[in-house]
């Protein structure tokens, strides 16, 4: 479920258990998808199919009838309990159109076997045909989303209805205008739907041979600016993805045995090499079939609200900037942090869209994130489920790499509030500044798991992690009624616990939160002043701070 933990689901699938009170009689435009106290995602997440691809696979390499007659047990059983256009895993038109694309590839492998009978091609024709017909009408409600939902909806209908349709060709075209930006980020601001947008091209562009040229160019120009970008954001340790924005775990093609976040199997299928346990996925989608070339976007870091300080065995990444699309989370100025592999500073990620409070959409206001934040936070006026304003965006006021060392300073207003976040790397050691002016703020962080040792650091899987300030740093108590108490999803649907800490930020006041490897000292004072010579505010800060370290001491 989500990339997650494994679940138990019956087999066919218990295709609509939490929704047992929703007649399935019901047209689907007589239906919600917001059921409050439970999530409507627990019941479409298996109604996308997605263990098709499991299936398909494990026959591909055992030959074992077992896996082809499973498949065609649960598409007759999905079918006989979700008929045509009733139901709510009929609701969402991107769903349908991910059910749709999974059907496709699970009777191009198994199109040939004894188990794929007359009856049961007709089966699959008619599912294919009613989900064009629930599709179609609803192409321009998709389109208004500006998001993933346009792009799984249209590639769906390009590659399935009997005609190529010039006008979806043209939408797709503006989509994809729309949703790419010069530096190959996407529009929802999240890895994971990032990734649910390139599967479904690169599906396309692989079984839609009669595709325009101008679509076809239009679709590879932005998988290639995509690869250019992720690879960016990578973690050279672990090749893992940054957990940054909504994590539902959204996966089309899931051929791969790795984690949800590991980002290699995705580059893998955009041509870059990869180590073999990643390059499955170009078994199914061979890269030169589609001739992606690697390395050819350029990297139009000047316009990108995203920003990675990378050393050989570390990545830091943080989003500063505005753009076309709303903004999903109030994290701006928030960062996350791997050291040899391990994630020691994190993203909170999603949970949940649904449910009770406090644990609907729980982690989208700035006190979940790694950042600074207003002492007493400011309102954010609710407009419609995702949508909060206003949303502060952070400016860069100033950023250089000299050799092994790299600056990066921050801005962010908050009504009368000043926060300045300097970020400091020093090959693999970090530092991070905070210093606010015009009021008091509260510098949170969100570490994973780890022990407390002597001088009032944190071990973390290797990782030193430790503050300096004249101010007080203290270990959240982890409440379950509090969600930015020191807690983190790693996928949607789950929560783990983690080390949170609130540093009291005072007006004119500075704390710092260094981070390095284990077998190496942490960012000293001196080292700090040194870089900031050029940031006059900055110097004054850390020139304090110096002296009432060494006051302490």
Not at 7 to 36: A, E, K, M
Not at 415 to 436: E, H, P
Request: hydrophobic residues 40%; charged residues 25%.
């Amino acid at each position: 479920m989500f990339g997650g933990l494994p679940q138990h689901v019956g087999w066919p699938p218990r295709w609509n258990s939490i929704v047992d009170s929703s007649p399935q009689s019901t047209h689907w435009s007589l239906l919600s998808d917001d059921l409050f106290e439970r999530d409507i995602k627990d019941t479409w997440e298996p109604s996308r199919l997605r263990f098709t691809f499991l299936l398909v696979r494990a026959f591909a390499l055992t030959d074992d009838d077992r896996y082809v007659a499973a498949w065609w047990d649960a598409v007759e059983s999905w079918a006989a309990e979700n008929p045509p256009n009733t139901g709510l895993n009929w609701r969402c038109g991107q769903e349908s159109s991910l059910r749709g694309i999974a059907i496709c590839f699970g009777l191009s492998a198994f199109s040939e076997h004894a188990e794929t009978n007359p009856a049961r091609r007709d089966l699959a024709a008619r599912i294919i045909g009613a989900t064009i017909t629930r599709v179609r009408p609803t192409v321009g409600y998709a389109l208004s989303q500006r998001n993933n939902h346009a792009i799984s909806e249209l590639v769906f209908l390009l590659a399935t209805e009997p005609r190529l349709s010039r006008r979806r060709v043209r939408q797709l075209i503006g989509a994809l205008r729309d949703q790419w930006y010069a530096d190959g980020s996407y529009a929802q601001q999240s890895f994971v739907y990032q990734r649910l947008a390139i599967h479904a091209l690169v599906w396309l562009l692989h079984v839609q041979p009669k595709l325009p040229k101008r679509a076809f160019e239009a679709i590879t120009r932005r998988l290639e600016a995509s690869e250019s970008f992720l690879e960016r954001c990578l973690d050279p340790v672990s090749g893992a993805l940054p957990n940054y924005g909504a994590n539902d775990g959204s996966m089309l093609l899931d051929l791969a045995r790795a984690d949800h976040l590991d980002g290699r199997p995705l580059l893998a299928l955009l041509g870059v090499p990869c180590e073999a346990e990643a390059t499955e996925p170009t078994v199914w989608f061979p890269p030169d079939d589609i001739g992606l070339t690697v390395g050819q976007a350029p990297r139009d870091l000047d316009t990108s609200t995203y920003v990675t300080l990378r050393g050989q065995r570390s990545l830091l990444l943080t989003r500063v900037g505005d753009g076309r699309h709303r903004s999903g989370d109030d994290d701006q100025q928030a960062f996350e942090l791997f050291i040899d592999g391990v994630r020691i500073v994190l993203d909170p990620g999603t949970y949940r869209y649904s449910g009770s409070s406090p644990w609907r959409q729980p982690f989208t206001s700035s006190a979940a994130h790694s950042m600074a934040r207003p002492s007493t936070n400011p309102p954010r006026l609710s407009v419609g489920r995702f949508l909060r304003e206003p949303m502060p965006i952070a400016e860069v006021t100033a950023h250089s790499v000299d050799g092994d060392t790299e600056i990066l300073v921050t801005r962010r207003l908050e009504g009368q509030l000043r926060l300045t976040r300097a970020f400091l790397r020093f090959n693999d050691r970090y530092a991070i500044v905070d210093t606010c002016d015009g009021g008091m703020a509260i510098s949170h962080w969100l570490l994973s798991e780890g022990e407390v040792v002597d001088g009032g650091g944190i071990l973390i899987h290797g990782a030193t992690v430790s503050t300096l300030g004249s101010s007080q740093v203290t270990r959240r108590w982890r409440d379950e009624a509090d969600p930015t108490s020191g807690w983190w999803s790693p996928t949607y649907g789950r929560i783990e616990p983690v080390v949170a800490l609130d540093g009291e930020l005072l007006d004119g006041g500075v704390l710092v939160a260094r981070f390095s490897p284990a077998e190496e000292s942490p960012v000293s004072i001196n080292e700090i002043a040194a870089a900031l010579i050029r940031q006059p505010d900055l110097q004054q800060r850390v020139s304090l701070l110096k002296s009432s370290v060494e006051t302490a001491a």
